[in-house]
């Protein structure tokens, strides 16, 4: 049978709205406990929004001017309905206040903050995020790997200390492996970690020499992910597993995200959640990361033998 031209059109038009139908379904995004909590294993992280890409200057720069207040909260809306349930982000004024607005508009997304490394009075800082009633306050790795560094890594536990006494879910942050295993011989008192799968905290030095060459920017050195990961398999509490796409260096196609997803699921234990920064500027983000998200779970990597 020959179809018209105006059954061809309506065909392509049907087909049309059950792609955007299928892209639109709801996608059902596991949760987990994190103590009384709970927390989609999908998270969507608060880099993009600052305007810290890990990339340029150029690519801060636009993200800043892309992220208005409307099209920050557009993008939480977005989180909610695709089943995720948690933002985690800097716990500095311009995001608290950002949050107050998207709360006022009826928001329920849940946050867990970072502690603002450029406030004098961290302690401050700390009982000014809990006052916006996060669940959770880790300490800023970044902060965590320079007391490392400078051999004043108790400092850390200190300010986990006064997170503890704010009664809010208590995180450190780090982006080096032996931290983890400090923490952990310690029994320092927490209930997660925010576990970068990259170490961008070595010197220029130490980078150049594993790449061989000169650096520009931060060393993103696939080798890192499984020695973290490794870490995170071992961890006594749940572990919060960020820079899973290398800041967008494994972005290039769907199934390189995808597998970057699966070898984190070859080692996350079911008490893990990824968390993800998004930058929906140029294509659809937020279902894509929670679709793959799903899909990894479901097809993880095989295990190492």
Not at 38 to 44: E, H, P
Not at 74 to 97: F, K, P, Y
Not at 208 to 225: C, H, I, S
Request: hydrophobic share 40%; aromatic share 8%.
């Amino acid at each position: 049978m020959r179809l018209t031209r105006r059954q061809v059109l309506l065909a392509g038009v049907a087909q049309g709205l059950l792609g955007h139908a299928q892209e639109r379904a709801p996608i059902s995004v596991p949760s987990v406990s994190l103590g009384r909590h709970k927390v989609s294993r999908l998270i969507v992280g608060g880099n993009p929004v600052s305007g810290n890409s890990h990339v340029s200057g150029e690519l801060d720069r636009e993200m800043r001017d892309y992220f208005t207040a409307a099209k920050v909260k557009d993008l939480l809306r977005r989180c909610e309905e695709a089943g995720i349930n948690t933002w985690q982000s800097r716990g500095d004024r311009h995001v608290m206040r950002l949050l107050n607005e998207y709360r006022l508009e009826g928001g329920r997304l849940q946050w867990i903050a970072q502690t603002a490394s450029e406030m004098a009075d961290i302690p401050r800082n700390i009982r000014e995020i809990a006052g916006y009633r996060a669940i959770g306050i880790y300490h800023h790795g970044t902060a965590t790997d320079r007391f490392w560094a400078a051999g004043k890594i108790e400092l850390a536990r200190e300010i986990l200390m006064v997170i503890r006494q704010t009664g809010v879910l208590v995180g450190l942050g780090t982006h080096i492996p032996e931290v983890v295993d400090y923490a952990e011989s310690k029994g320092w008192d927490l209930d997660f970690y925010m576990t970068c799968v990259y170490n961008l905290s070595r010197t220029r030095e130490e980078a150049e020499r594993l790449a061989k060459g000169p650096v520009k920017g931060q060393l993103f050195w696939d080798p890192d992910r499984e020695r973290m990961l490794d870490k995170v398999r071992q961890a006594s509490k749940p572990c919060l597993i960020f820079k899973v796409y290398g800041a967008g260096r494994k972005c290039g196609s769907r199934e390189e995200m995808l597998e970057a997803l699966r070898l984190v699921f070859r080692y996350a234990r079911p008490t893990d959640c990824l968390v993800i920064g998004m930058f929906p500027k140029y294509k659809e983000q937020v279902q894509e990361n929670a679709r793959l998200l799903v899909e990894a779970l479901s097809h993880p990597s095989p295990a190492k033998v």
